[in-house]
């Protein structure tokens, strides 16, 4: 059974700069972590997707303040500032946020699980995209594991980003869509 749009709350007008610029300026922030330089062997290539959840929790609760330009900013910032081949990053992202645009029904008003269950399914899905673009590009076969480890890692990291989200969210918005 399909829900029509109108089933989907509207969405509280945002009248602060403050506010509006919330959701672009916590994913570049998430971005900036997931880049920052920490001292411990092979951090690099085992960081949690921070970007993506930011993403994912935007694109659910007030996707018109994170549109496509702002992702594809930021990706490209994160691609570039990480020495990524540049736009791999950028079209998961972009992907990632059409995918849970045209989901976004289904996670409204629903319960954490719910929603954490749907990162799972889209973590997966856009690191498994991510390794195969690098592959690809790189035009070299990237072992799986440190993926896989990473999946299991971003999705684990998901509740206290969520969390933090939110409560910014609530705190600078209101309550989420």
């Known amino acids: ?36 330089p920490v001292p411990v062997p092979g951090y690099a290539a085992l960081t949690p997707a921070f970007t993506l959840m930011a993403v994912y929790h935007w694109t659910i609760y007030r996707p018109d303040l994170l549109p496509p330009i702002g992702v594809f900013g930021v990706g490209l910032a994160q691609d570039l500032l990480a020495g990524a081949p540049v736009g791999v990053g950028t079209l998961v992202l ?15 008003n629903r319960t954490f699980p719910f929603v954490w269950t749907g990162f799972t399914l889209l973590g997966a899905a856009a690191m498994i995209t991510l390794w195969a ?27 206290v980003a969520s969390f933090a989200l939110g409560r910014t969210q609530r705190a600078l918005i209101g309550a989420a869509g």
């Open 133 to 159: 673009l690098h592959c690809l590009v790189q035009l070299t076969l990237f072992d799986l594991r440190s993926t896989m480890f990473r999946t299991v890692l971003t999705i684990a990291i998901f509740p």
């Open 1 to 36: 059974m399909a829900l029509k749009v109108s089933s989907i709350p509207s969405l509280p007008r945002v009248n602060s700069g403050v506010a509006r610029m919330l959701p672009i300026a916590t994913t570049l922030l998430a971005a900036i972590i997931a880049i920052l």
């Open 94 to 108: 972009l992907l990632a946020r059409a995918a849970v645009l045209r989901a976004r029904r289904y996670f409204i």
